[in-house]
């Protein structure tokens, strides 16, 4: 079977080297339809954009922000010692003017300018705004302090417990405006509540089409809207800080992306470097190139053509495709270049190449494709996109590699080189060769025993997801979240979903005082690894207008005794011109929503508050339906996902590699041995990641897919290579050193230009990027080891047993 297939692959050789325009111009007009959709790719790192569409929690999150707008919240915290002076209330209102009139998709805006200042005159409701009318003297702005510095709303809000920080809140649109015909500031109060609300805001749309919330490009541009006024008002000497998930997320994008698009073309760079230093031909250098290239831009216009955005794991798709893409293509050459420069003969060589290498070559691509596409089964959509697609840009890579590249040196005029002495890397591997032969049973006891402690160790890495820690720690981005976390106790929430299933559900003073009480003990929960800053519901405006009602006095500020009192409050509260309501219960009053603001968590971190709200909710509410949302939910689902999800395609890949091995190899045997290699590398990274204190995050669960990729191409060229030679001579020691000479070549160069190109993100400025250089460009060195140490070592085993047939 074997022969025939090699013999397929040389004549494939012979016609290509008969043929190169031919071939050259079907592979184009092949590639034109996916190339042409290039320019449509998209972006989305929305945290939302990790789930599948039709993943419960999405749905719910979905639900929960056509309700209620949405949950993230651009936080703007100005720092000063002097916030309660005329100066700097000016200020402030005219930076929230600004951030009004030129940040686009913003719903509501808050900030002490304008915040509601619920109180009695009389017997007369009053919720106005804060400085409303604005301040002209001092002591104005004193009795504002007083009343500021009192209220149970603002604090941890608006204002910080020590009076020396305050915010502006930016709540965006939940809804996009992508493809509007007209838009009008038509009451946006029933956006969300069916279908009269659609009308009602003068979006045409064709029926049943489902409105599209806001995309990732619009809260970049948002983002970028309040970062250029906060940059305005920094130079004006004001310490400002800009945190909450839409601005993280718009960091994490711009840097991540600045920090691939850098690092991929220096990784470029390094590439031709070296395979102009290896080979001294131009040909070597700008062919592996063009197969990269086309495999990359066919695999992203497939990408867009199909509407699947690119996320942050989809990041590592380049990364992936020049790994393979440089690992065939070297294969190819360094065979193809040393029979051309024996024989001096173009086509004679090419077929020569096919039939050596070709067969090994599709059979390394389809192992790595199903190594990699087991992650196509991900409940992670972006896991998922990447293992359907990185599988199709490796299938895509190997049909250039056979077809596009000896078609091109077909073309090409070439000089022949006669060697007449040995090169470095001849004598290298002709010294290293002798290794393996000699020490093979110490490599083999010595492999074992690092892989038991790599393994022990393995369970001590600690799982993370935390974006927030992928920022250096002085970056800008991070050191506002912490700051705003530290000083006004968290910048993202947990919402809580109290449906009573009954009109007029919430307006029990009963259930009122209940969570009333739920409120004030979650605000006193306190873990390891985070805290719950504040506690924000429709008990707090009941309080707040009670309060006022009677005469402004503190023991006032609790929930009225029976059911009639509730409703009248709550509807002089509607009637006195506040929409606050709104954010806090629907419109019949059967679902409310509690906002549970808490510092920026690792999501693996934060299943304990969750968990803790969630049960003492239940407890509270036993007859009501209680959910919880929101970004810390979201950020916890991912990662769950993530990990149990890698774990079942890791599973798979195992399995599909296994029985690929046993095909190739042709004996259950030795496929089974052969995986012994393979794995080192991988289980080598997990040593790697305790020792550098590296976290097992959304990042470094990928890495394993690349590994084997890589570390089953290098196995399959080694022992396909080894089965031939040992076969012909019969002599272990001898098929050892002929594939030393020819793959092992191959290997080392492949392996030399890709470590070097991955080593290069270790510069890179985000710290995942950075952690994903070193395990990728250390496992890639792991593999070639474990490839010409163990594996020649474990074959000279097998040669003794008689098992190679």
Do not use: C
């Not at 305050?166 to 009451?187: F, N, R």
């Amino acid at each position: 079977m074997h022969h025939k297939l090699e013999d397929l692959m040389r004549k494939m050789g012979a016609f290509i080297a008969d043929n190169p325009l031919k071939v050259i111009v079907v592979v184009l007009i092949l590639l034109a339809f996916p190339l042409s959709h290039v320019p449509q790719i998209k972006m989305d790192t929305s945290t939302e954009g990790f789930m599948h569409d039709d993943d419960p929690v999405l749905l719910e999150y979905n639900a929960f922000r056509a309700q209620f707008g949405r949950d993230e919240r651009v936080v703007i915290a100005l720092k000063s010692d002097d916030i309660f002076t005329l100066k700097f209330l000016e200020t402030l209102k005219s930076m929230h003017e600004e951030i009004e009139s030129n940040v686009p998709f913003v719903d509501d805006i808050t900030s002490l300018y304008n915040v509601r200042n619920t109180r009695g005159d009389e017997d007369k409701l009053i919720t106005d705004d804060l400085l409303e009318p604005f301040p002209t003297t001092q002591e104005e702005v004193d009795a504002i302090k007083q009343r500021a510095l009192e209220s149970h709303f603002y604090k941890d809000l608006f204002i910080s417990t020590d009076g020396k920080m305050t915010t502006i809140i930016i709540e965006t649109d939940a809804y996009s405006h992508e493809g509007e015909k007209k838009v009008s500031d038509v009451d946006a109060f029933d956006e969300g509540f069916g279908d009269e609300a659609e009308t009602e805001t003068g979006i045409q749309e064709e029926k049943g089409q489902k409105r599209a919330f806001l995309t990732d490009k619009e809260n970049t541009q948002l983002v970028a809207a309040v970062l250029v006024i906060a940059d305005k008002y920094k130079q004006e000497g004001i310490e400002i800080y800009v945190a909450g998930s839409p601005s993280v997320n718009h960091a994490l994008k711009s840097q991540m992306q600045a920090d691939m698009q850098k690092f991929m073309r220096i990784t470029f760079l390094i590439i031709l470097v070296f395979l102009f230093v290896m080979f001294r031909r131009a040909s070597a250098v700008f062919y592996p190139l063009i197969v990269i290239i086309l495999s990359l831009l066919a695999t992203v216009g497939t990408m867009a053509w199909s509407g699947v955005a690119f996320k942050l794991p989809t990041q590592i798709v380049p990364s992936l495709l020049l790994a393979v893409s440089i690992g065939a293509t070297v294969h190819i050459l360094s065979i193809f270049f040393d029979k051309f420069n024996t024989i001096g003969d173009k086509k004679e060589a090419l077929k020569y190449t096919l039939g050596h290498s070709g067969l090994a070559i599709a059979m390394t691509s389809i192992t790595t494709a199903i190594g990699v596409g087991s992650f196509s089964g991900s409940q992670v959509a972006p896991i998922s996109d990447l293992g359907l697609f990185a599988s199709l840009g490796v299938m895509i890579s190997l049909f250039l590699t056979l077809t596009l590249l000896p078609a091109l040196l077909s073309i090409t005029k070439l000089k022949q080189k006669v060697k007449t002495q040995p090169g470095w890397l001849d004598m290298f591997m002709k010294r290293l060769s002798v290794i393996p032969i000699k020490h093979y049973k110490s490599i083999i006891l010595f492999s074992m025993i690092l892989v038991v402690v790599a393994l022990l160790t393995a369970t001590k890495i600690e799982l993370s997801h935390n974006p927030l820690k992928w920022f250096q720690p002085d970056s800008y981005d991070r050191i506002s979240t912490e700051v705003i976390d530290e000083k006004l106790n968290g910048s993202v929430t947990i919402e809580l979903i109290i449906d009573t299933k009954k009109e007029n559900g919430w307006n029990d003073p009963v259930r009122l005082k209940k969570l009333n009480t739920l409120s004030s003990e979650m605000e006193q929960y306190v873990d390891n690894y985070t805290h719950i800053g504040k506690v924000v519901s429709l008990a707090t405006i009941v309080n707040e207008t009670n309060r006022a009602l009677h005469e402004n006095k503190e023991e006032y500020y609790t929930i009225p005794e029976n059911a009639d009192l509730v409703s009248q409050e709550l509807l002089l509260f509607e009637n006195s011109g506040s929409d606050d309501l709104e954010d806090v219960v629907d419109s019949q009053f059967s679902k409310a929503r509690i906002s549970i603001k808490l510092p920026w968590t690792d999501a693996v971190r934060a299943t304990e508050v969750l968990g803790y709200v969630k049960d003492v909710a239940t407890k509270t509410f036993p007859d009501d339906t209680v959910l919880t949302t929101g970004m810390i939910p979201l950020l916890i689902n991912t990662f769950s996902h993530a990990v149990s999800s890698s774990v079942i395609s890791y599973f798979i890949a195992f399995v599909g590699i296994t029985f690929m091995m046993i095909l190739i190899l042709g004996s259950v045997r030795i496929g089974l041995i052969s995986m012994i290699p393979n794995l080192a590398p991988i289980i080598l990274g997990l040593l790697l990641m305790y020792y550098a204190h590296i976290p097992l995050d959304m990042f470094t669960l990928l890495i394993g897919s690349i590994a084997i990729g890589l570390a089953v191409d290098d196995t399959i060229h080694f022992l396909h290579n080894f089965r031939r030679y040992y076969l012909e001579s019969g002599d272990s020691a001898k098929a050892i050193e002929q594939t030393f000479f020819t793959t092992g070549k191959a290997m080392v160069i492949t392996t030399i230009v890709l470590s070097l190109g991955f080593y290069a993100y270790m510069f890179a400025n985000m710290i995942s990027v950075q952690n994903f250089g070193l395990l990728t460009g250390s496992v890639i060195i792991l593999a070639l080891l474990a490839d010409l140490l163990l594996a020649p070592a474990l074959m000279i085993v097998v040669a003794k047993r008689g098992w190679i047939k």
